[in-house]
């Protein structure tokens, strides 16, 4: 691990241009900004299609937790004093609570295989 000299992010020895002067230790990203290298030099940048594809699959994987707590917040706010709509959502959402941690479970392989299609190298 190194830390660049300009931006102080900290990266991976390959992630920084190689050079002496003022190329030395000076990352990828700060590379390109300042105009030592060009964005095909850089093998370590996700292009933007890519950085938005992984934060797709990110979000798919963690979106329905998010989904769980609005819903419990809703249903207790509103839901939870209704006789029929009441028990007929806590039910669905019991349910659902229970589902989306073994999806996660199960989709966690499928999830690295992404990341891992979707990464630079
Ligand atoms: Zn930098």
Request: some cysteine; glycine content about 10%; hydrophobic content about 45%.
């Amino acid at each position: 691990m190194a830390t660049c000299r300009i931006c102080r992010g900290i990266y991976p020895q390959e992630h920084l241009i190689s050079g002496v002067g003022p190329r030395h230790l000076v990352c990828e990203r700060c590379g390109i900004d300042r105009g030592y290298i060009t964005a095909d030099e850089a093998s370590h940048l996700y292009s933007d299609e890519i950085r938005r594809a992984r934060m797709i699959v990110i979000g798919r994987r963690f979106a329905p937790f998010l989904w769980i707590i609005l819903g419990w917040s809703l249903w207790s706010l509103f839901f939870a004093g209704l006789p029929l709509w009441g028990k007929a959502s806590l039910v669905i959402l019991l349910l659902a609570t229970l589902v989306v941690p073994v999806m996660y479970l199960l989709g966690g392989p499928k999830y690295q295989a992404d990341l891992r299609r979707l990464s630079t190298k």
